[in-house]
């Protein structure tokens, strides 16, 4: 019946976006979506577990927008992954968190200036197509490991289905596993 | 309860309205595989986005040839809101009268809330019964069991 049920099948790489030691003992991974209320929930618990667990975490985000639910999360996904190939994908990842409500179409030119991206070589980007498979690649990735809503957390590539909005039970999950 | 029926039997007929109005029988759904999600209700935590995330699966569903369908007790009346809420793109059944009646004949009737459980079942195209899988009550089933489903049956017909 399970068949490796909730298992990361694409394993961490070089390719993804990760924050932290590569020989981090615990690696946390997040499917999320930007539009999502719960991933803004999420965004600051899992800074702050990051910060407490310091090297010990690598902390990697893979895009799950719920395109039918959220009309802008993937145009904020592919502007993050934009941003990625100017080597602003965290500073991005940041502001468009703390900006929930703000991601129209104008906002999000607004927030690539304010992270300092040049404008023509985003368009160039989104023009090209990159950005936009490599959400897609993420989404895919994502739902056959088992996703199955936003924020999805792999811990060590095994889903954690615990309640990760208590930050002391998401630490110790984490520790858990260190 | 009843457990959960298993692979190899024949998925029981049934005749249940859509959301909107049309008659859904499984005789009519031959020829193709479909998937069959059972959950509790409409706008209660959790079937939302399994519901959202069939939604966005749907089209690697329809890659494999399959139809999807969402179950429930609600009211067709009820789905109607519920689809148009979330804008779901495939249909919803109404386990209403007798109510919870295919989820019995499926085995996930939940006497104990008046509900269905949370539970899949992958129907290939003669109506045989090739996965199914109950899910903790709280928990997303997600998708993943489906799509191995769908992609080993369509090997096995190439092969």
């Not at chain 1, 502001?95 to 992270?115: I, N, T, W």
């Not at chain 2, 998937?35 to 939604?55: H, T």
């Not at chain 2, 085995?107 to 008046?114: I, L, N, S, V």
Request: charged fraction near 20%; hydrophobic fraction near 40%.
């Amino acid at each position: 019946m399970s068949r490796g049920h909730n298992e990361l099948t694409t394993p961490v790489s070089a390719n993804d976006h990760a924050q932290g030691p590569g020989d981090a003992a615990v690696t946390l991974v997040e499917y999320g979506d930007y539009e999502c209320s719960y991933c803004g929930m999420a965004y600051p618990i899992v800074k702050r577990v990051h910060a407490r667990l310091g090297k010990q975490l690598r902390f990697v985000f893979r895009n799950f927008p719920l395109a039918e639910a959220h009309p802008h999360a993937t145009a904020a996904a592919e502007l993050a992954e934009s941003a990625a190939l100017q080597g602003r994908f965290w500073e991005m990842h940041d502001v468009l968190y703390e900006h929930q409500s703000a991601l129209g179409p104008a906002d999000l030119e607004r927030h690539a200036k304010k992270v300092g991206l040049d404008l023509d070589t985003l368009e160039a980007a989104l023009r090209g197509g990159g950005p936009h498979k490599r959400v897609q690649a993420d989404f895919m990735s994502g739902v056959r490991s088992g996703v199955n809503g936003t924020p999805t957390f792999f811990i060590n590539g095994q889903r954690f289905d615990g309640d990760w909005r208590d930050e002391e039970i998401l630490t110790a999950a984490l520790g858990a596993r260190g | 309860m009843a457990p959960l029926l298993n692979v190899g039997a024949t998925a029981p007929d049934f005749a249940l309205s859509d959301q909107a109005g049309t008659t859904v029988t499984l005789a009519a759904l031959r020829g193709k595989p479909a998937v069959i999600a059972f959950y509790p209700a409409d706008w209660s935590p959790v079937c939302g986005d399994q519901m959202a995330l069939y939604n966005e699966v749907l089209p690697l569903f329809g890659e494999l040839g399959a139809q999807m369908f969402g179950i429930s007790v609600d009211s067709r009346w009820c789905h109607g809101a519920f689809a148009e809420n979330r804008r779901l793109r495939f249909r919803l059944l109404a386990d209403f009268e007798p109510k919870g009646a295919m989820a019995r004949q499926y085995g996930a009737y939940r006497d104990e809330d008046g509900t269905s459980e949370r539970a899949l079942f992958v129907l290939d195209e003669a109506g045989l019964i090739r996965w199914s899988y109950l899910s903790p009550i709280e928990i997303n089933p997600g998708a993943d069991g489906i799509l191995a489903t769908l992609e080993s049956m369509q090997s096995e017909k190439s092969a």
